[in-house]
């Protein structure tokens, strides 16, 4: 990925990073990131079409149902430690076995609760479905293996997620290909849900070697309660506004399925995985700048906003080309990768598809909430993204169907990342910041314009 780095941007832009040893790192890591996403997303994408073409629509339902369930408590068992942890490390690095060690520790708890938590909802909300049980319990057990991920904590505190991309490929070749081996012997759809597990089994076991091989040890690490008392105190806003997120972005897939069924609920997560298939850019971006965004605040106020602004304008400038050409080829696009069982498809992704810009707004402003100690107004936008979603899917679903949905996610999306910055005087900066950024983009396309005629 350097040689690539090396060989591919100026060398008169080099020499300028090489003054700024952070940025460079940044980039690489940005490089890293990206390649992970984007190998994901092609082979992803390429299996994930395959499998919803093969079990069709109601059971392409039933399994995306299961996941959207299992994603709806994602927050509870990760207790929303990511940014936390990766801060106090760059900012104590002597503690970083205690500050590990502790995170490991809540996330396993917060693993194990949440099992429990999914597999006693879903007996009490479906109780009529045996099959569905069991693929969410099967899939909920990841959870327990996902508390290794508390190594990549390290690693992008230390702006090396290539580590991090080595192990999770590593896992996610070897699913992909049990994913085209499943559907070549006509396997049951239990199966697929059971690739989850396998999948966070295998990625666990990756992280352990790479850190190993970094010559680092997990036996060092050790449990110390007041780090824990710490992370659990500023995490407990970010675990509650990560559940009211999935809430509202995953919400529609669950009342798809008890209000219309789960072949709606295939039609909808057809869409929905060409829409969210770009989500991975602003993660993949903020995840590489905030460590530099977190450094430059304490050195220089006036250039910690600008860098705000600069990610904000970069956000914005990658979200509308997305939305604009994804509207235009929704329908031929959903028709030559799912066949026409899935035709309904096409107006619901060329609506879905403009949450994209408000999500991208909304994970570029996570830096400044968590370095302002804002994380509980974060909880109370999305709860309000929430509410609104849910209100609008009683509403819309019974007429509209999926297409009722995605006009239920938008609405919330822009509600919650975007309008609600406005109404607290803490963060009105933001929603000027996210003003500048939308008008910045249409402000490009008339110098563009102009600069034609």
């Not at 040893?21 to 890293?32: C, E, F, H, P, R």
């Not at 068992?77 to 970083?96: F, H, N």
């Not at 190594?151 to 080595?166: A, E, G, M, R």
Request: contains cysteine; glycine residues 6%.
């Amino acid at each position: 990925m350097e040689w690539v780095f090396n060989k591919l941007i100026p060398q008169y832009i080099l020499r300028r990073l090489k003054k700024n040893l952070d940025l460079q790192k940044a980039i690489v890591n940005t490089g890293w990131l990206f390649f992970d996403r984007i190998f994901r997303m092609g082979v992803g994408f390429f299996v994930g079409t395959w499998i919803a073409r093969y079990l069709g629509p109601e059971q392409y339902g039933m399994l995306s149902y299961t996941q959207a369930f299992v994603a709806l408590f994602a927050s509870l068992a990760t207790l929303g430690l990511d940014s936390i942890v990766i801060r106090e490390i760059v900012k104590i690095p002597d503690k970083k076995n205690e500050i590990l060690g502790s995170a490991f520790f809540l996330k396993l708890v917060g693993g194990l609760v949440t099992l429990i938590i999914i597999n006693v909802t879903i007996l009490y909300i479906r109780p009529e479905n045996k099959v569905v049980f069991w693929m969410l319990f099967i899939s909920s057990c990841s959870y327990i293996f996902q508390s290794f991920d508390t190594i990549d904590f390290w690693f992008q505190s230390q702006l090396q997620s290539k580590y991090t991309v080595y192990a999770k490929n590593f896992s996610f070749i070897i699913v992909s290909i049990l994913k085209i081996v499943l559907i070549i012997i006509n396997a049951s759809v239990i199966w697929f849900a059971a690739t989850f597990l396998i999948e966070a089994f295998l990625g666990a076991i990756g992280l352990i070697i790479v850190y190993r091989l970094c010559k680092l040890k997990i036996f060092r690490w050790t449990v110390d309660f007041n780090i824990v008392k710490l992370l659990l105190n500023e995490s407990w806003p970010l675990i509650l506004s990560g559940i009211v997120v999935m809430i509202y972005m995953r919400i529609d897939q669950i009342m798809l399925g008890q209000i219309l069924g789960d072949e709606e609920v295939g039609i909808y997560t057809a869409a929905l995985r060409l829409s969210e298939i770009w989500y991975f850019i602003p993660a993949t971006i903020v995840a590489s700048v905030a460590p530099i965004i977190t450094k430059t605040k304490v050195n220089n106020n006036a250039a910690y906003f600008n860098q705000i602004q600069k990610l904000f304008n970069i956000l914005s400038l990658i979200a509308f080309p997305i939305a604009i050409t994804m509207t235009f080829l929704s329908s031929p696009l959903v028709t030559m990768l799912y066949g026409k069982g899935y035709l309904e498809s096409g107006e619901v992704l060329s609506i879905h598809i403009w949450t994209a810009i408000f999500v991208f707004l909304g994970v570029g402003r996570n830096p400044w909430l968590l370095n302002e100690g804002l994380t509980r107004f974060s909880f109370a936008t999305n709860s309000m993204g929430a509410l609104v979603n849910i209100l609008l899917n009683i509403v819309s679903i019974p007429r509209f169907g999926a297409v009722g949905a995605a006009v239920a996610t938008l609405v919330s999306q822009i509600i919650a990342s975007y309008l609600m910055n406005l109404f607290y005087r803490k963060t009105r900066p933001l929603f000027i910041m996210q003003s500048k950024a939308i008008c910045f983009y249409w402000i490009l396309l008339r110098i563009k314009a102009l600069l034609h005629k």
